[in-house]
């Protein structure tokens, strides 16, 4: 029996070659998957998907890294990736969803959420560092892939400019914390702001900083959040090509399976 060739793309290809390379090889629609805010200690946990067009249509000006793009930039380019993908999803989990499943479990159900909620059917999925169980097609969690593969770049700038879109919008609910500015995350501004008015509903109660000011830090993590202090339901986001909202069904947490330095894929599936 013929062993099916191996394809090697070097990380230095360039953001489109991990793509293009599985075009190649017959998967014509190629999902990304990526997250944002799993580090924050307040407000939701987003998870995005998208499939960008094979060829010259699929290439975005300035497309990156969400973490290693401005505010304005970010803007710009998810414009681009709505008006240009051939679908995209986003899957928003509130803080208490986290609180009560764990963010890894919540993490992984989300993404499998928003790319189950694409209207195109993907034929390979890329994710960033950890693998997606349960999924239809063959796969590939891939280190650092939103600075590896544009797909999952363009899935990272939807779930970051989604994200920070309703940490502004929680800003005006409940000012004081400074979300419009940190977006959640841990600042000493944050760190200040809860010490003075302890947690608000947006707060993540399972973290050991918010539990801490709380003074439930002996609690076991999905205990802490206090009865009576539910997030409200998450807000509405729709996309033109198949965006959604919801969220994620709790599962088992799978470890992160990180690629060396080349991606190397056998006979095209891994």
Not at 21 to 30: E, I, K, M
Request: glycine content about 12%.
């Amino acid at each position: 029996m013929l062993t099916p060739p191996r394809t090697v793309v070097r990380r230095d290809g360039g953001l489109y070659a991990l793509e293009r390379a599985l075009q190649r090889r017959g998967f014509r629609h190629v999902a990304g998957a990526d997250e944002a805010g799993r580090g924050a200690c307040a407000g939701p946990l987003v998870a995005a998907a998208a499939v960008l067009p094979e060829g010259r249509r699929g290439e975005i000006e300035g497309l990156a890294d969400s973490k290693l793009l401005t505010p304005a930039s970010r803007e710009r380019v998810y414009a681009e990736v709505v008006a240009r993908a051939l679908a995209y999803a986003v899957v928003v989990v509130p803080a208490e969803e986290v609180d009560t499943r764990g963010l890894h479990v919540c993490n992984l159900a989300a993404m499998r959420r928003a790319l189950a909620s694409l209207t195109t059917r993907p034929e390979y999925v890329l994710t960033d560092g950890f693998g997606v169980d349960g999924l239809d097609v063959p796969g590939l969690a891939v280190w650092k892939g939103d600075r590896v593969a544009a797909c999952v770049a363009a899935a990272s700038v939807l779930a970051k400019v989604t994200r920070d879109r309703i940490m502004v919008e929680l800003d005006g609910r409940h000012p004081g914390y400074g979300f419009a500015e940190h977006k959640g995350y841990i600042t000493a501004e944050h760190t200040e702001a809860l010490r003075e008015r302890g947690p608000c509903v947006e707060h993540r109660f399972s973290y050991v900083n918010v539990a801490a000011v709380a003074g439930r830090e002996g609690t076991p993590p999905r205990a802490r959040r206090p009865l009576g202090v539910a997030a409200p339901e998450p807000m509405e986001r729709s996309g033109r090509t198949g965006g959604t909202v919801g969220v994620a069904l709790g599962e088992q947490p799978r470890p992160p399976a990180p690629v060396g330095e080349d991606v190397v894929m056998e006979g095209g599936v891994r």
